[in-house]
């Protein structure tokens, strides 16, 4: 008698060539709208094709992935893993219909870019402007993330090429310096430390209330580091997630905070905030540019290039001339 495989520990396995895009997607619809019937006319299927897909899903799957009630529906423990991972198939699949509308369109390639938010708001959109104009046929998929969540798209094949401030691990990969930035510190107008334009001490300002990024983001691992180096705790009052909004913050009087000079003054100067430099060896940052290591891929290659400080490129190529 053979044993049961489920009973012995072993992990069921799935036959995916019965999930259907359309039944993926009719799964999303379920879980959005609570609703099979509304699921079934945004599907644009009758309601009991749309009750039968949905069964053959779950006996596919060998669980329910919706509870029924007289309400409608409303997913169950496997249903929201089922649409968490259904929804990034569908959007692969959007993606993959975009692309091949634009290679009729002569756009012959997408490369994917993941860059940290002081990349984008201070160095990027005039490179990659310039980089269009230089390779119309390309198109360049920028995401936002913080630098721990560009490197590891990188390393986890969802970018191409990564975009971020030192300090993440970049073993394996091919890295290049990209630009330098410098982080000043930045509170409202009439704070107390604000009357002085000298270059401040980060210790010095601990026992301030702090506005910051969100967790992964470069400046706020240094800003931890500094202060456990320092035998002080850091009071971090609030995270959000763009300069824009903890600038907001700081105007408002909750607190203090640090950000990149070049992204930061123009709200600065808008906002009539105040600012200063630190005097921290580690306001002075570099940030990278990354690619997979022996990145076989030509046009990643160029772009990674073509991103990296110039100044670098000549010094790289030209090494007897120095």
Same mark, same amino acid.
């Given at each position: 008698?053979?044993?049961?495989?489920?009973?012995?520990?072993?992990?069921?396995?799935?036959?995916?060539?019965?999930? $259907?895009?359309?039944?993926?997607?009719?799964?999303?619809?379920?879980?959005?709208?609570?609703?099979?019937?509304?699921?079934?006319?945004?599907? =644009?299927?009758?309601?009991?094709?749309?009750?039968?897909?949905?069964? $053959?899903?779950?006996?596919?799957?060998?669980?329910?992935?919706?509870?029924?009630?007289?309400?409608?529906?409303?997913?169950?423990?496997?249903?929201?893993?089922?649409?968490?991972? !259904?929804?990034?198939?569908?959007?692969?699949?959007?993606?993959?219909?975009?692309?091949?509308?634009?290679?009729?369109?002569?756009?012959?390639?997408?490369?994917?870019?993941?860059?940290?938010?002081?990349?984008?708001? +201070?160095?990027?959109?005039?490179?990659?402007?310039?980089?269009?104009?230089?390779?119309?046929?390309? =198109?360049? $998929?920028?995401?936002?993330?913080?630098?721990? !969540?560009?490197?590891?798209?990188?390393?986890?094949?969802?970018?191409?090429?990564?975009?971020?401030?030192?300090?993440? $691990?970049?073993?394996?990969?091919?890295?290049?310096?990209?630009?330098?930035?410098?982080?000043?510190?930045?509170?409202?107008?009439?704070?107390?430390?604000?009357?002085?334009?000298?270059?401040?001490?980060?210790?010095?300002?601990?026992?301030?209330?702090?506005?910051?990024?969100?967790?992964?983001?470069?400046?706020? +691992?240094?800003?931890?580091?500094?202060?456990?180096?320092?035998?002080?705790?850091?009071?971090?009052?609030?995270?959000?997630?763009?300069?824009?909004?903890?600038?907001?913050?700081?105007?408002?009087?909750?607190?203090?905070?640090?950000?990149?000079?070049?992204?930061?003054?123009?709200?600065?100067?808008?906002?009539?905030?105040?600012?200063?430099?630190?005097?921290?060896?580690?306001?002075?940052?570099?940030?990278?540019?990354?690619?997979?290591?022996?990145?076989?891929?030509?046009?990643?290659?160029?772009?990674?290039?073509?991103?990296?400080?110039?100044?670098?490129?000549?010094?790289?190529?030209?090494?007897?001339?120095?």
């Amino acid at each position: 008698m053979k044993a049961d495989p489920q009973a012995a520990g072993t992990p069921p396995s799935y036959n995916l060539a019965r999930f $259907d895009m359309v039944s993926i997607r009719l799964a999303v619809a379920c879980a959005q709208s609570g609703s099979l019937t509304a699921a079934a006319r945004n599907s =644009h299927l009758a309601l009991a094709a749309a009750s039968r897909r949905i069964r $053959d899903l779950e006996h596919a799957l060998g669980v329910p992935l919706f509870e029924r009630h007289s309400r409608g529906l409303s997913p169950t423990g496997a249903g929201r893993v089922f649409v968490k991972h !259904g929804l990034t198939l569908l959007q692969t699949m959007h993606q993959l219909g975009d692309e091949l509308a634009d290679l009729q369109r002569g756009i012959a390639r997408h490369i994917r870019l993941c860059a940290s938010s002081a990349a984008i708001s +201070q160095f990027l959109p005039p490179l990659l402007a310039r980089y269009g104009e230089l390779h119309p046929q390309v =198109h360049i $998929d920028v995401e936002e993330q913080v630098s721990e !969540g560009a490197v590891s798209a990188l390393r986890e094949g969802r970018t191409d090429v990564a975009v971020f401030v030192e300090g993440p $691990d970049t073993a394996g990969l091919d890295t290049r310096l990209f630009r330098r930035d410098e982080l000043v510190l930045v509170l409202a107008a009439t704070h107390r430390l604000a009357r002085l334009k000298t270059p401040l001490a980060f210790a010095d300002a601990l026992d301030e209330e702090w506005i910051s990024l969100t967790a992964g983001a470069a400046m706020l +691992q240094k800003q931890q580091q500094a202060a456990l180096a320092a035998n002080r705790p850091l009071k971090l009052r609030m995270q959000v997630r763009s300069f824009d909004a903890v600038c907001h913050m700081v105007a408002s009087g909750l607190g203090i905070a640090i950000l990149p000079k070049g992204a930061s003054l123009p709200i600065i100067k808008s906002m009539k905030l105040g600012w200063r430099p630190l005097a921290d060896a580690w306001a002075q940052r570099q940030l990278l540019v990354a690619t997979a290591a022996g990145q076989p891929d030509p046009g990643v290659g160029q772009l990674a290039e073509f991103l990296a400080d110039p100044s670098q490129n000549a010094k790289t190529r030209h090494p007897k001339q120095e």
